[in-house]
Each structure stands twice: as C-alpha cells, then as structure tokens.
C-alpha cells in the first residue's frame, strides 16, 4: 500500500477512537465508531487474498450492525431524556440495547463468532491492532455508561465469555484463533467488574493489552502462525522460548507473574460484593485457558519438540527488528510488586 | 390531513426504505430512493426547513443519486431484478410491508400501546408550531450553528468523507 496513504488511514483508526473518547456528545461517538470501522478495513485486507477479504467483510458486517444498534439506542435514550450528553443512560430499554452493541463490538458471548474467524483470516500484525486497540472504543463507552447497565445482563454475558474463552480455544492449533478465545475471555473478566469497580476494567484492559502485545511481537519475530511453527523456536532463537514461556504464564494469570494481578483484584472486588459463587466460577473457568496456554509453552518452551532433521539445522537469515519488545516483556511478567500502587488509579 | 403529513410521509418514506432494502437490482434501489429522499425533504420542509429540503434534492438526489445512476448503468446486467421476478426479494418486500402496516395500525387505533414504547396516538408525529425564535426560522440558524459552534463536526465529517474516499480507493484497488 502507499506509505501516505497507509499512514492516513492509520492515523484515522486513532482518531475514530480518540474522538470516541473524548467526545461528550453522542453523535460524535458514533461517527468515532464508524470512522474507526471504516478505516480498519483496509488495513485488515493488507494481504488481497479470498480470506482477507472474507474476514474484512465478516468484521464490517458484525460492527456495522452493532453501530446501529448503538444508534438506536441513543435515539431511544435522546427519546426519554431530551438530551444528547452522555451521562447515563436514562431508560432501561436504551441501556440494554446499548449494552449489546457494545458487547458486539468487543466480541462477548454471545456476540462472540466473528472474533476467531476474523483473527484468523488477516495477518499478524492486523489481527494485533485487532485484539488490542479495537476493545478501547467499546470500552471506554461502557466505563462512561456504568452506572446505568443492567447488571444481569452484563455479568451472563460476562461469564459466558469466560467459559466460551476456555472452551473453545481448547482445541486450537492456529495460534491467531487462540488469541481470539483469550481476548474473549479477557473481555468476559473485564465486564465482569465493570458496574462494581470500573478502574479494576482499565487496569485489567491495560495488562491485557500490554501481554497480547508482547505475545503478538513474539509470534511476528518468529513468524509462526501456528503451534507446530512456534513449537520450532528452540531451532531459531532459543531465548524466544523462555520469553514465551514466561508471557504465556502470564496471560494464565499465574501468580507471581502480572497477569495475576488483575485476576487477584477482579476476585476480590467481587467477593467484596458479596458474590462468592461468580468468582469462584470464573476463576474455575479461567482454568481453561491456562490449559491451552500449558499447551503452548509445553511444545514451545518446555521440550525441544520433535522435527524433521532438516529443520534442526536452519539458515540463519538477518534478525528481524522487533519494536519494543525487551519493556513489553517486563511490564508483562514483573508488575505485580506494584500492586500497592492501585490506589493512584482512582 | 396537514397535522397528519407527516406521519403519512414517513409511512412513505418507510414504505420506500423497505422497498430498496430488499434488494432489487441497484437500477430500481435508486428508483426507490429517488423517491425516499423526495418523500424525506418533504418531511423536513413540513418542519419548516425549505433549505435542508432543497439541499436533499439538489445535492442527494441531483449529485449523488445522478453519479450512482450513471455507474450502475455502466454496470447492469441484461435483465434486471424486480421485485417481483425474485421469490426471496418478494418475499423481503412484503414482509416489509406486513410490519409496516401493523406499526401503522399500532398508531393509528390503540391509544396507549406500551409494547416497548409508548405510542400514545399520533401524538408524537403531529406537527405542532415548534419554538419560536422571532425573525429568523430555526433551520438557518441549525445551519449558522453548524458552522460556528459546530466546526468540530464539520472537520470529523469532512475527514471521515476524505478517508472515506481513501478507503473505497485502496479496497476495490486490488494488487
């Protein structure tokens, strides 16, 4: 693509959801939504393949749709309140369909078919600004609307996603796939929280942004878009293993790594709310996921996984850059001593 | 029949909506709009905005509408669908049409019907004087407004149609 064209439209991406995040009026959020969509399509059909352009077209349809709804929604709301500022959502009706669309465009249960067949189909690099800036329009919407979302709602789609996340990445090879299922079961935990604590869902989207970013840059170093091509990182760069070993434990949510922390305090909000059983439940389901992850590191990092002898002695053609990746990793696994520090979140 | 104009017109203008949605070839979808968006200026004239309305027929229908004609032209096939030729489009239409005329019917005989919302009679779509601003009418200064407070959405919308353009431009560009 024309570099001035492609840094355009990319420009754009960021600005559809900067104007969706600064904006008061409700109009502006969705021309932020609809400039967003519009000007990710491009960049996920980088490649001019059918599947591209399948996955492109999936992505448009799901958004597309859930934009309108979204409309709808604040007509509903203009309907009962009279104004455009966006406070609260002043009518039962205008919350839930509001809720759903923006459950749709972040891919929650059950709204959450297009987000494996859509990661997949585009490339690496594609499907990371996929998983990562994409959920911070619907996002910062749903923090805004907080107050007024219909807790029953939020929390069945909350838990479905988790055990959709779980269970459906269970028997994925594709490695694009099984970043889909995880950032569904992210977003489950992150709206799980949202009418308690609603700070607890920023710093859960921010660790999750900065751990799929890490395994994202991982996977681009080494190119491998499936298990069998990560499995052959001990050949090409040995360091790369532990590197995932440790980011992949991480996104399990495993102690002393960072990705426990927002697990830990999602938890503990909860049951400061009374609810015993949910947590519970979801830190169960959250088990599914580390099964996979398991998986992942068990060909990758943990044995020297079985190839072909032709394989076991490769060209060793000039590094890629990788762009950050050293503090991505760090901030990824070592953040949890700074758990204390919460507190200047609010 | 004045206080009940526009709620006969936008029954039009659903009625119109419905037909292009279903999907005829693109030639009788611009026909169709033709007179959707004929139908919509008339609706906003009856709320006293000449100038929107004309900026409907000038720009929508006699610039864009005329482009889309054209391109369409170029590239229709030898015998087009109707609405009728098509189980599936026919089907779509008067599935519309159905819907259409139990909301109508919805308004027009229940007095308070609360399915999710209340349609209290043809209250709501009756026009009534709307607030009076002394010399100037209310739609020269919606359009004043937008180009003085409203800058902001004019450069988010002119940039989203610049980007817009880009995009149609890279997508369909191919290898």
């Known amino acids: 693509m024309n570099p001035l064209i492609f840094t355009t439209i990319l420009m754009t991406v960021l600005l559809g959801t900067m104007i969706v995040m600064m904006s008061s009026h409700w109009l502006m959020i969705w021309i932020g939504f609809e400039m967003n969509l519009l000007a990710i399509i491009p960049i996920l059909m980088k490649k001019y393949n059918p599947r591209t352009m399948e996955a492109s077209t999936k992505y448009f349809l799901t958004q597309a749709t859930a934009s309108m709804l979204l409309m709808m929604a604040i007509i509903i709301n203009l309907m009962h309140s009279g104004q455009w500022t966006i406070t609260k959502v002043f009518n039962p009706t205008a919350s839930i369909i509001m809720t759903s669309a923006l459950a749709m465009k972040l891919g929650l249960t059950p709204f959450h ?137 991480s996104m399990g949510g495993l102690p002393p790594l960072s990705g426990f922390m927002p697990k830990w305090m999602i938890i503990q909000e909860l049951t400061k709310n009374s609810s015993i059983i949910l947590p519970t439940l979801m830190a169960i389901m959250a088990l599914l996921n580390l099964y996979f992850y398991m998986r992942l590191t068990y060909s990758t990092s943990l044995t020297m996984f079985p190839s072909t002898n032709n394989m076991k002695m490769k060209w060793q053609f000039e590094t890629k850059r990788i762009t950050l990746l050293p503090p991505l990793i760090v901030m990824s696994s070592l953040l949890l001593p700074l758990t204390p520090m919460l507190s200047i979140l609010d | 029949m004045m206080t009940y104009i526009v709620f006969i017109l936008s029954v039009i203008f659903v009625v119109s909506f419905v037909g292009f949605s279903s999907k005829p070839s693109p030639i009788y979808g611009g026909l169709v709009l033709i007179v959707s968006g004929g139908v919509g200026c008339g609706i906003i004239m009856s709320f006293g905005g000449s100038f929107l309305g004309l900026m409907v027929f000038l720009i929508y229908l006699g610039g864009m509408l005329v482009v889309f004609g054209y391109t369409t032209a170029m590239a229709t096939e030898q015998y087009p669908e109707v609405w009728v030729s098509n189980t599936t489009v026919m089907g779509v239409f ?53 180009y003085s407070y409203g800058a902001w959405v004019v450069i988010v919308t002119g940039w989203s149609l610049l980007v817009g353009v880009l995009v149609i431009l890279e997508v369909t560009r191919g290898d």
């Open chain 1, 113 to 249: 078919f297009w987000v494996p067949e859509v990661t997949q189909g585009i490339s690496l690099t594609s499907g990371l600004i996929l998983l990562t800036w994409q959920k911070l329009a619907p996002m910062s919407i749903l923090y805004q609307i907080s107050p007024s979302i219909n807790l029953n709602i939020l929390l069945t789609m909350a838990v479905l996603s988790i055990l959709v996340g779980g269970w459906g990445g269970l028997n994925q090879t594709q490695l694009r796939k099984i970043m889909a299922y995880s950032s569904i079961a992210h977003m489950g935990w992150m709206t799980a929280v949202l009418v308690y604590n609603p700070t607890l869902t920023m710093l859960n989207m921010l660790i999750y942004i900065m751990m799929t970013l890490t395994m994202f840059m991982l996977f681009i170093h080494s190119s491998s878009t499936t298990t069998l091509s990560l499995s052959h990182t001990w050949n090409k760069t040995p360091l790369t293993t532990t590197l995932i070993l440790i980011t992949l434990l």
């Open chain 2, 94 to 146: 008067l599935l519309g049409l159905l819907m259409e005329v139990m909301l109508v019917l919805y308004v027009l005989k229940s007095e308070e019907v609360g399915v999710v919302f209340k349609f209290s009679g043809v209250g709501d779509w009756a026009i009534y004087d709307t607030g009076d601003s002394g010399v100037f009418s209310e739609e020269i200064m919606g359009v004043a407004a937008l």
